[in-house]
């Protein structure tokens, strides 16, 4: 799959370029490219209904973190000592990904998983379903109760959101200082 | 194994993002690169050489499917994961309006 | 950025706008028969909004569709949710698809699955379109006060 190979590459090269970026305009640009790149690895792997929901929603998180953040006039990232000493995130980086290559050995080799579930959904879900399309059979009737987890959680995200940004109650510090 | 690999790498690259970076719309773009890297890393597993998409049409006769399950799953991680963006980028627009600044070393030492 | 964009802007979005909601329409209820389904077509009704907004400017889109249309909305399609996981109940158990499944390749066949994906529409949709529209009047006000 030289295809694929050529695709991950360029997602973890667009993701070094966000990371290092001194400009946060340029930063958020290349998170646009990392997630228009995970669109097309999900066509290749046969994932058609994952493509068009990536894609809209890599559209959207783009406009949000343009238009919010960015009118501030504010472009520069803050430059100077960072957080904390680099050397020992990476050694620390450097470690997991070697105990991630031992533990990968027990995975079955890509391209042959093992299936034992989804057989019965492949097999029986036309005819007990009437729905083509199996993945929404599989959310919509066999999985239902994740689908209502998750209108849970999208719900509890977006009250949590629209309630930070009231506008009673909001003081400057100057306000505070002089009280 | 290459491909296994590869998502790891990104999501090491989205955690020293995080870790190391000041600035917090950088720390959002960090943690959302290490979702993508989660989700890309569901669908690998479920890829199988040779099969097609999950969705049965009139004229093919034994079709090879690839595993319907993870995509099932990543299908609502995806739109729960711009559910977080938005309101991480909601409380640093507040922090933004209480502090004067994006600067993470600087909102600790200012008390309120 | 004041009121909208320039008139080529707002010529073309008055002719795609109608459109992309016809788009996203034709995925959700097809979303038993080809990929789509609820979440990429409520994703893309949001975004029909969110075009109008950055086209014309605030004011003139919160004349059309308010906040207040946002929540009433949103919570209609959690109700709608639950109301057809109990509608299961009819049948023998919790989130029984009980509707008669017709032939498939139909848009009125599988059951409760089209009205599923209505009621995730419905939720994503203004879900979203709340979120954006509390963003954008939280950074006019304060641009307001900064000038």
């Not at chain 1, 360029?10 to 990371?19: E, K, S």
């Not at chain 1, 430059?79 to 000493?85: A, K, M, N, V, Y």
């Not at chain 3, 498939?104 to 209505?118: M, Q, R, T, V």
Request: hydrophobic share 55%; proline share 3%; glycine share 10%.
């Amino acid at each position: 799959m030289l295809e694929l190979n050529l695709l991950l590459i360029f997602m973890a090269v667009g993701a070094i370029i966000a990371v290092e970026n001194h400009n946060l305009l340029s930063s958020v640009i290349a998170v646009g490219a990392v997630g228009f790149g995970l669109c097309i690895v999900f066509l290749l792997l046969g994932a058609p209904d994952l493509a068009i929901t990536q894609l809209v929603v890599e559209i959207l998180a783009l406009i949000i973190l343009i238009r919010a953040t960015l009118a501030k006039s504010v472009p520069e990232t803050y430059r100077g000592r960072e957080l904390h000493s680099y050397v020992i995130t990476v050694v620390f980086l450097v470690a997991v990904l070697a105990a991630s290559f031992f533990a990968f050995q027990s995975l079955p080799k890509f391209g042959y998983p093992i299936m034992s579930v989804a057989q019965t959904y492949i097999e029986e879900g036309l005819q007990r379903t009437g729905a083509t399309n199996l993945v929404t059979s599989v959310i919509l009737d066999f999985r239902a109760y994740d689908t209502l987890g998750e209108a849970t959680v999208l719900f509890t995200a977006i009250v949590g959101a629209i309630t930070v940004l009231r506008l009673k109650g909001r003081k400057k510090l100057s306000e505070e200082d002089k009280a | 194994m290459f491909v296994y690999l590869s998502c790891v790498v990104l999501l090491l690259i989205g955690l020293y993002c995080v870790a190391v970076k000041k600035n917090l719309v950088k720390i959002i773009i960090g943690v959302a690169i290490m979702e993508y890297a989660v989700n890309l890393f569901l669908v690998v597993l479920g890829y199988r050489h040779g099969g097609t998409a999950p969705i049965i049409q009139a004229g093919l006769k034994d079709p090879l499917f690839v595993d319907p399950l993870p995509q099932a799953l990543v299908l609502t991680a995806i739109v729960i994961g711009l559910a977080t963006t938005a309101m991480m980028v909601a409380i640093a627009m507040r922090i933004y309006d209480r502090y004067g600044t994006f600067d993470v070393t600087k909102i600790r030492k200012l008390k309120g | 950025m004041r009121v909208g964009m320039s008139p080529i802007v707002k010529t073309v979005t008055r002719v795609a706008i109608g459109i992309i909601f016809l788009y996203g329409l034709y995925i959700v209820l097809h979303g038993h028969i080809t990929p789509g389904g609820g979440f990429a077509g409520g994703i893309i009704l949001a975004l029909v909004y969110i075009l109008y907004v950055l086209a014309f400017g605030k004011e003139e889109a919160e004349e059309r569709l308010s906040k207040s249309w946002a929540s009433a909305l949103e919570s209609l399609g959690a109700l709608m949710f639950l109301a057809v996981a109990l509608a299961g109940f009819a049948g023998g158990y919790f989130f029984l698809n009980v509707l008669p499944k017709g032939n498939p390749g139909e848009i009125l066949s599988a059951g409760l699955i089209p009205l599923s994906n209505l009621a995730i529409m419905l939720k994503v949709g203004s879900g979203l379109f709340a979120v954006f529209l509390v963003l954008i009047t939280f950074s006019v006000v304060i641009r307001k006060e900064e000038e």
